[in-house]
């Protein structure tokens, strides 16, 4: 069974201090890897898609990368309009449409 | 372009009654999906669409149906509310599958309460 697991479950940085959040998963065929922002009370923002193992990218303070087992969002010098939930999905070869497992997602706080 | 666009934002439910969820995208969009999203949980797909006329079940579709006749539309179906299904409902769209993937833009939600 495919499975997504997002650590840790909170985060409560300081502006400007730099941190990771993870995404593990086991899947079985892996067509991409997803990485969305939710702020309370609003529908997932999609931020990255990666394909393989190697691969990064890069929007303002965030960065995302990929491995053969994890992916890392990591978040450069934090500001408090960062604050949100990250949300992180796999996407897994299928016969027809492009079904996504979710983790449950990285609560993130930063604090001026 | 607004995008997913999702009606009602808020909706409470006695237990066995019906409702419509309704879901609409201007993007043009192929695909169209229905999660529910429970607090502490992931997003666990209801249902999804491959294009009007084409549905099919995703992860939890029990207590739920769905149709598509259009491009743009793609309604949820509650029969017989039951308190499991207090949840937030979000529909998604993409473009289609294949590589390069496309990724899911999603509406804002509809928070429902059966009670």
């Known amino acids: 069974e495919d499975q997504v697991t997002q650590s840790p479950e909170a985060l409560r940085l300081q502006e400007g201090e730099s941190s990771s959040l993870n995404c593990s998963y086991t899947?079985?065929?892996?067509?991409?890897l997803f990485w969305y922002r939710q702020d309370p009370g609003k529908g997932p923002e999609f931020l990255f898609t990666?394909?393989?193992a190697g691969e990064e990218k890069e929007k303002e303070r965030l960065k995302a990368t990929l491995t053969k087992k994890e992916s890392f969002l990591h978040i450069t010098a934090p500001k408090p309009e960062d604050s949100a939930t990250y949300l992180c999905?796999?996407?897994?070869?299928?016969?027809?449409?492009?079904?996504?497992?979710f983790g449950t997602g990285t609560r993130l706080q930063v604090t001026l | 372009n607004a995008g997913v666009t999702q009606t009602p934002k808020f909706r409470i439910l006695k237990i066995g009654q019906s409702m419509t969820l309704q879901c609409t995208q201007d993007?043009?969009?192929?695909?169209m999906y229905w999660y529910r999203q429970d607090p502490g949980m992931g997003l666990k797909l209801i249902y999804y669409?491959?294009?009007?006329?084409?549905?099919d079940k995703g992860e939890v579709p029990n207590g739920y149906n769905v149709s598509r006749s259009t491009t743009e539309d793609f309604p949820l179906r509650l029969e017989l509310a039951a308190p499991s299904q207090t949840s937030v409902y979000f529909c998604?769209?993409?473009?289609?599958?294949?590589?390069?993937?496309?990724?899911?833009?999603f509406g804002p939600g509809t928070r429902l309460t059966v009670t």
């Open positions: 899947v079985s065929g892996l067509r991409g």
């Open positions: 998604a769209s993409s473009y289609r599958t294949g590589r390069p993937t496309y990724e899911q833009y």
């Open positions: 990666l394909y393989s």
């Open positions: 999905a796999v996407q897994v070869r299928t016969g027809t449409a492009s079904k996504l497992t």
């Open positions: 993007m043009n969009h192929n695909y």
């Open positions: 669409s491959v294009g009007a006329g084409i549905t």
